[in-house]
């Protein structure tokens, strides 16, 4: 099943986070910073990972975990998901999901594909590595084009809805700056930042 938002008679919004590939040459501290302000606003955020990138920086799972974050899968090694047959797909989906399973066991209940939408087989492949649920998003600032901050909140208030998903992404500056204004904005709207598992359950 793939969903792009949660119910809307829900005050919850899931702000949910891409951690993979595009943080090469940024400084991990963005990361942290990130973190740490989600922490510090106990507003917990879901983050789909990139299974090899993760694999090779696995301080960072206990920092995501340490304060009721919760990781998801993101692919393996961030292709264009729907241009591969079959048997890559299920490569990469397995492939993260593994990743996952030996970082954190009790994590990695959703899959989000990379570089696009889901499509038939990427449905089909999820499923039998064991995801009923695909997740895409409602709400995308396209805060990976360094819009700067102050774009990235207004376009995520201008589409924000309750039951939304807010797609960003870590390793960018303006992003990060951001966050704590698109919590803050939420909250004033009366709704309540959260995970996934908490709109999608």
């Known amino acids: 099943m793939a969903v792009s938002h949660g119910p809307r008679d829900r ?16 400084d991990l501290a ?5 973190l740490a302000d989600a922490a510090g606003l106990s507003a917990p955020i879901t ?21 009721g974050n919760e990781l998801a899968n993101h692919t393996y090694t961030h292709p264009t998901l729907a241009m591969l047959p079959a048997d890559r797909i299920a490569a990469e989906i397995v492939g993260c999901r593994e990743v996952l399973a030996r970082l954190a066991p009790t994590q990695g209940r959703y899959f989000r594909p990379s570089g696009g939408d889901a499509t038939p087989l990427i449905l ?19 805060d990976y084009t360094s819009p700067g901050a102050d ?6 208030r201008a589409g924000v809805l ?15 700056r951001a966050f704590p204004r698109i919590v803050a904005n939420l909250r004033a709207a009366g709704l309540v930042p959260g995970r996934l598992h908490d709109i999608l359950a």
Do not use: M, N
């Open 47 to 67: 983050v789909f990972a990139v299974g090899a990138w993760l694999a090779g920086h696995e301080e960072l799972v206990r920092v995501i975990l340490a304060c």
């Open 162 to 176: 309750p039951g939304s998903i807010v797609s960003l992404h870590f390793g960018y500056p303006g992003t990060v």
């Open 11 to 26: 005050r919850q919004v899931a702000l949910t986070f891409h951690l993979g590939p595009h943080q090469a040459g940024q």
């Open 124 to 142: 089909a492949e999820a499923g039998a590595a064991g995801y009923r649920t695909v997740v895409g998003f409602d709400v995308d600032p396209l």
């Open 151 to 156: 774009a990235v909140v207004a376009r995520v």
């Open 30 to 34: 963005l990361a942290h910073q990130l």
